[in-house]
Structures are given as structure tokens and as C-alpha cells.
Antibody
């Protein structure tokens, strides 16, 4: 059974870089696509971006200039870096796996429980 | 970006009720729509893809329908474990976008 676990600092200072890790257990990163998604209090889920099994990435244009997503197949981990954070970046951050089902690419069949990040000095 | 609008935002129901949640897209998305169930502190659960296809292991009381811009999620007989928040998501085009959620409560 594949499980995803997000981890990282729960508190980040304004203007600094948010760094999170998603550890995949019970399965391999390859050959899937992996996304980061966030939800700020009272707001909709927001797709941040994905990394595929070859290392190619795609990002939400609203965040593209500040986002880096990478993968480490040896550790079975994904990482998210979001630079120059502000209070608007406070959210629960999820990692999720894109489904391999025909007709379901870019839908997410497995999610982590999420990790809350607060932005404050 | 494609905007996804869910209604209602909150739905009060009882065990055994049949409920329907609506999701509307601001542009046509064919059938590229997924539904998720989310309970507080838990990982969201994948329910339906391609508007009406049930993910493996999801009870048959869940069903989805629609195409183009209007979609529905129906639970035919609400069970205690179904009280949660439900989200739709379009995957017709990037950026991928989600609805605002429908909280199903007692």
C-alpha cells in the first residue's frame, strides 16, 4: 500500500524559502507523476506543480517564478521549495500521486495527510 | 484558468438520504473531472475519475455524471462514514483547478 508523508518546518519567516519533503513508502516514485497541492485557510485547493518520472516539471503560472520541485529516486522522496514566502503562502501542503488509470492522468489517486505551514516572523 | 464552482457549499443530511452535489466548470472540460472525499486530518480520498468512473474500492453508492460544464456527484444512501467534504477537480487543462468544496454534515 503506497503511503505519502509530507514533512518540513511548520513555521517559516516572511521572505524566506519554504522547504518540504514528501516521502513515498510502499512503492516507487517511478514511473509516476507527483504533484504538490496546497490549501490556505478558507480557500480552495490550489495545484502548485508536478514532477514526472523523468524529472520534467510543470508549474501553476501563479507560482512558477518561486517554485522548485525535485525528486530523489534513491530516497523515494519529492521536495518542494517555495521562495520569498508571504502570509499568503500559509497553508496545508499536500503531495499527491497522479493516477496511472487510462482517462485519469492528472487526477490524484493517492494523497498525503498534508503538513501545515505558518508564515510569521 | 478554468474556474470550478461547487454547490451547495454545505449540505445537511441524514443517514440513508440520497444527496447530490453539483460542480460547474467555467469552460467545457469534456469529461475530465475527478471527485475526492476529504475528512479533517486525513488524506483526501480519490472517488471518481472521467466524471463517472468509480475508483477501485469505492462503494457503489457513489456515482458521478455529467460532461462539458456541469457535473454531479450522487451518494445514493448516505452512510455515517460519508460525512466529509467533497471536492471536484478538472484535469482538462493546466493549471489543474479544484472546486471550493461541499461539506456534508448531519
Amino acid at each position: 500500500q503506497v503511503r505519502l508523508q509530507e514533512s518540513g518546518p511548520g513555521l517559516v519567516k516572511p521572505s524566506e524559502t519554504l522547504s518540504l519533503t514528501c516521502t513515498v513508502s510502499g512503492g516507487s516514485i517511478s514511473p509516476y507523476y507527483w504533484s504538490w497541492i496546497r490549501q490556505s485557510p478558507g480557500k480552495e485547493l490550489e495545484w502548485i506543480g508536478y514532477i514526472d518520472y523523468s524529472g520534467d516539471t510543470k508549474f501553476n503560472p501563479s507560482l512558477k517564478s518561486r517554485v522548485t520541485i525535485s525528486g530523489d529516486t534513491s530516497k523515494n522522496q519529492l521536495s518542494l521549495k517555495l521562495s520569498s514566502v508571504t502570509a499568503a503562502d500559509a497553508a496545508v501542503y499536500y503531495c499527491a500521486r497522479a493516477s496511472a488509470l487510462v482517462g485519469a492522468a492528472d487526477a490524484f489517486d493517492i494523497w498525503g495527510q498534508g503538513t501545515m505551514v505558518t508564515v510569521s516572523s | 484558468d478554468i474556474q470550478m464552482t461547487q454547490s451547495p457549499s454545505t449540505l445537511s443530511a441524514s443517514v440513508g438520504d440520497r444527496i447530490t452535489i453539483t460542480c460547474r466548470a467555467s469552460q467545457r472540460i469534456s469529461s475530465w473531472l475527478a471527485w475526492y472525499q476529504h475528512k479533517p486530518g486525513k488524506a483526501p480520498k480519490f472517488l471518481i475519475y472521467k466524471a463517472s468512473s468509480l475508483e477501485s474500492g469505492v462503494p457503489s453508492r457513489f456515482s458521478g455524471s455529467g460532461s462539458g460544464t456541469e457535473f454531479t456527484l450522487t451518494i445514493s444512501s448516505l452512510q455515517p462514514e460519508d460525512f466529509a467534504t467533497y471536492y471536484c477537480q478538472q484535469y482538462n487543462s493546466y493549471p489543474l483547478t479544484f472546486g471550493g468544496g461541499t461539506k456534508v454534515e448531519i
